[in-house]
């Protein structure tokens, strides 16, 4: 059992881990380990100038330090420390995290007995908030002035060496309990599959970790800005409060603490806690009003002690909800870019102001992380679906994500649905099989042989009503493929007509609307188009491209261009029948320099259009507009996005580090 450590020196930088004092490396250690994100929404250094970390294990100190946090530099928050496995994977490890205010003095604690996850990264907030204060009473006994020189005698003013914070520094809880927003409770987290898997974006407001003493590109939340037009509200008896609509944020107005505005020293509240990791916030209630931790009703009282004192609570919509993804800004913050713009778009769309504005913070979720060579994602039924190398099909709304098809042949070519009836089918392929998975049934391997044809290549698939749609090539020849529940079929020799290869296909107005290789789309009816050559929809809008990806809202197909070869700029295009002119660019010159010209998904939910460009994640009006940014690049993995899906709720999309290797699930909630 012990930490991740590069040095001697601790710092403390995101879900990161114990590094040199150079560096904030948010390297992942080799072994299981857990990630340990501990977080304030305190201000930094005015109400927390040091934070100790102690972990021990089978009663034995492996770790204690404290890290000074100065007005700038090395100490940047939310910070962060890998605690990895035993080698019993049962053991159990004692956790204390300590805030000191100036003078050394103990104000907040968060005791946890976690068991550490023996064969992944999992992570674990560790907040030391405001409504906490008081649960840790205690000194650092002396200043730390060099931890590598210590003397045998500590009257010269350094920290002696014994200190040990488990007895120096009192749980007013007690035993066994730790302190959540003011609440004493007993936090079981000795269900080690129970954490979320690392993942520092989640940590950094959708950025990378900070390296070498550079602040990530990640949002963070500026509660000055976000509450500018604050109004104070009416807390109720039952410690609730009325919304402001759907970009209420909430606030606590202190006697001192907390974050200096305008409007007062201020603690703003998450609104995507999770109680049983011992993460405190706000409730949306049925009705629509807020519920508070129940310790901000205990702390209005008069009789409160003037250091937790709240004064009263305030709200706005300036901004979105307050994540806990997104930490606060301020000098010792390891995020730089700030959300606050309350700009609006028009049509319906995401309320930032242009493509390079700052993302809304709603949490960035990952779904599932290291897969193998993924390559499409699917919506359906509330659950979110990806196809992964194998293939397989692995359902990702829940953890870990379960398998519901396996087979050992190659990797898939995307991921697609249909229903039938009651019935939901998902459709994969490798380079010569597809697959057809009921969702609660049946799996089977559909050999796409057809006499003539001989075995097909597919590159790609969707659906056209109820049946399953492949595209290909067989005997050089471009060929489309149809599954019916029964079987395979084939149509529409696309060779034979001496069209370019099919690069998309989907159902659009009852027809297949097939995109190829020159840029142009093509439709027939089933089963019409074999021995007729494809009809023109949508005339190439540019020169030496292809069809990337396509999707339909109504009568309307949105599709993306995607240059040949790479090196080169990208456009999202719009095409409406009942427009002039029928095709006009919602999106262009979209840089695709790094994503190897790879065909990015592209999704409507009905009101707004998702794509693509450099790993980002953009959203433009499907009228047309100003294009804004939904998510930042996410993850490490290189090459950007892969696929894109929507459901009533959220937002799903694909990262991959190349066509062949890892990649990762991500959402994001709707406007």
Known sequence: MGVSKKAAALVLGVAGVVAAASSCSSEKPQRGALMLAVSTDMSLPKDVTKVGLYI???????????????????????????????????????????????????????????????????????????????????????????????????????????????????????????????????????????????????????????????????????????????????????????????????????????????????????????????????????????????????????DTPNIERVIDVIGSTRCAPKSKVTPLCGPASATSTNVCTGGVAPDGGPTEGGPDAPFDPKPIELLADNLDAPAGVVATGGDAYVAAAGPAILKVTVRPAQSIFKTTAGNPVGLRYVVRGATTTLFTATGGNGYVVDIGGTAQTRPAVVAGVGAPTFNGLGASGTTGVYIGTSNTFGVVFTENGSGFSTYGGLGQYSLPPATAVLGFGGSTTIGLGDGSIRTCNQPACDGLPPTVLVPAPQAGGHIGAMTSSGTRLYFTWVPDGGGATGAVYRYDPAATPAVAALAQNLDLASAQAIPNGVASDGTNVYYSALGVLYAVPRAGGTPVRVAPKTGSYATGINDVAVDAAYVYWIVRDDQVTKGAVYRRKLE
């Not at 010269?156 to 927003?181: I, K, W």
């Open 56 to 302: 021990k294990v089978a009663g034995r100190q492996v770790f204690a330090q404290e890290v000074d946090v100065p007005p700038t530099g090395i100490v940047l928050f939310p910070a962060s420390i890998a605690v990895l496995a035993p080698d019993d994977p049962k053991q159990p490890v004692k956790i204390r995290a300590v805030a000191y205010a100036p003078g050394e003095k103990a104000i907040v604690l968060r005791d946890m007995t976690v068991t550490v996850p023996p064969n992944r990264v999992g992570q674990l907030r560790v907040p030391l908030n405001f409504l906490s204060v008081g649960s840790g009473a205690g000194n650092l006994p002396l200043s730390t002035a060099s931890a590598a020189i210590l003397p045998k005698d500590t009257s010269g003013g350094v920290r002696p060496l014994d200190f040990d914070a488990f007895t120096g520094v009192t749980n007013r809880c007690g035993e066994g309990q730790t302190d959540v927003g003011g609440e004493c409770v007993t936090l079981d987290l000795s269900d080690a599959s129970a954490f979320d898997v690392y993942d520092p974006t989640t940590i950094y407001g959708g950025g990378a970790a900070p390296e070498k003493g550079v602040k990530s590109a990640g949002e963070c939340f500026d509660v000055d800005c976000c509450f500018a037009d604050a109004k104070t509200l009416k807390v109720e008896d039952d410690c609730t409060v009325a919304s402001l609509g759907a970009k209420t944020n909430l606030a606590l107005r202190t006697t001192g603490i907390g974050t200096l505005t305008g409007a007062g020293s201020l603690i703003p509240l998450d609104f995507d806690a999770v109680a049983k990791f011992g993460e405190v916030g706000v409730t949306v209630l049925a009705n629509q009003r807020l519920q508070l931790p129940n310790a901000v009703c205990r702390k209005v009282l008069a």
